[in-house]
């Protein structure tokens, strides 16, 4: 008999169908995109939801914009999350200023993945969480500078393994390669890859999504044409 495992949906209507009811927890997955692909309203999406319906508590650690442009910006998509106590957002001023502060060191002193990490342990401590959202790695990677990469992003990931958490990390794919991360070490180190991308015609764009990997599932692989009506994401299957 295969194994079952317990799985945390994306609350997108009809994608979570086809992939067994979601993402296996404890997964590290990939949400990649170019520019103006939803990738941040579809993270928050399942945080959001997850509080609402099932309680799930969330973090959301967002580096490239603040706090406040953030839930400005998913409040006008219907996700206020004013007065839900499941969800956390943290933006890196936040975390800037808590480093500072136990530490003393400037922003060039500061080891940004250990103490990032770090600081995602303490807020796990302190707020509970079963779902993670990293907000972006292309942020991550403008605030270090690697030496080694590959072992240093395998040492990241491995770090982020030990939270025991389910983790949706957002990443930007470049515009002149098809590759979901920058170092193109990523994918293999993930657990998932949920990739989503617009196709033009005429004068439009349609975004649509893809569920390219995600280990312990069977999956479905099409491209779906994805909307986001009254609230909710869904994708649009014949």
């Known amino acids: 008999m295969a194994e079952e495992f317990k799985r945390l949906p994306l ?7 086809k992939m067994e009811g979601g993402i296996p927890e404890k997964s590290i997955v990939l949400v990649c995109g170019r520019a103006g692909t939803m990738k941040s309203s579809v993270c928050f999406n399942a945080l959001y939801q997850g509080a609402i319906r099932d309680k799930r508590k969330g973090i959301y650690l967002t580096l490239e914009q603040s706090r406040e442009s953030l839930l400005r910006h998913m409040r006008r998509l219907g996700m206020d999350v004013e007065g839900i106590e499941e969800v956390v957002v943290i933006d890196l001023a936040k975390v800037r200023k808590d480093i500072v502060e136990k530490e003393g060191k400037s922003d060039r002193q500061i080891d940004w993945i250990h103490s990032i990490v770090t600081a995602l342990e303490s807020y796990k401590r302190m707020f509970g969480c079963d779902l993670l959202v990293l ?23 491995e770090r982020l393994r030990d939270l025991d958490v389910t983790a949706l990390l957002i990443s930007e794919m470049p515009m002149d390669r098809e ?10 180190l993930a657990d998932g890859i949920i990739h989503l991308h617009t196709v033009r015609k005429e004068d439009t764009a349609n ?7 995600l280990r312990a599932t069977n999956h479905d692989r099409g491209f779906y044409p994805l909307i986001f009506e009254n609230g909710q994401f869904e994708i649009v299957s014949q």
Request: no cysteine.
């Open 135 to 157: 907000d972006s790695l292309a942020a991550l990677y403008a605030l270090t500078e690697f030496k080694n990469p590959r072992a240093e992003l395998f040492h990241f990931f």
């Open 207 to 213: 975004l649509y999504i893809n569920i390219n990997k």
């Open 11 to 17: 609350y997108i209507n009809g994608l979570d169908e």
């Open 179 to 188: 590759v979901f991360g920058l170092y193109g070490v990523e994918d293999f």
